[in-house]
């Protein structure tokens, strides 16, 4: 679904900003160690990976509403992509890594304590 990413959006830059706010360092759109989907942030000592999932294409429960036109083909779409997210997350897990997933509509400061209480605990 590459085409359909949208690199550097606000949302995600302010979730950096705010994890870097947090003294935590990482590196950015980098791919987890044998990954095929490249994650927003990445933890590499602490084996934490960051996706930040837009509303729309990740069918967020709040935001995503089917287009009027071809609403099947729509739920079928997200539906995919859903599932394709969740085997990510598997097989990262399965190398030992901890997958957070963030909302695009998440206010920044939460997520990123989320993410810091991730990458501290990882790290003990
Ligand atoms: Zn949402």
Not at 26 to 36: K, T
Not at 82 to 109: F, I, M, P, Y
Request: proline residues 6%; charged residues 30%.
């Amino acid at each position: 679904m590459r085409g359909n990413r949208r690199r550097d959006t606000a949302p995600e830059l302010a979730l950096r900003s705010a994890v870097h706010g947090l003294g935590l360092r990482y590196l950015v759109a980098s791919r987890p160690s044998g990954a095929e989907r490249t994650a927003d942030l990445v933890f590499p000592r602490a084996k934490v990976a960051v996706f930040m999932d837009g509303c729309y294409w990740h069918g967020c429960p709040e935001h995503f509403i089917p287009p009027r036109t071809n609403p099947d083909y729509w739920r079928e779409k997200i539906e995919r992509n859903s599932l394709r997210d969740r085997d990510t997350d598997a097989q990262l897990e399965q190398r030992g890594w901890k997958v957070l997933r963030v909302w695009e509509h998440e206010a920044a400061l939460d997520a990123a304590g989320r993410v810091a209480a991730a990458v501290r605990s990882a790290r003990r």
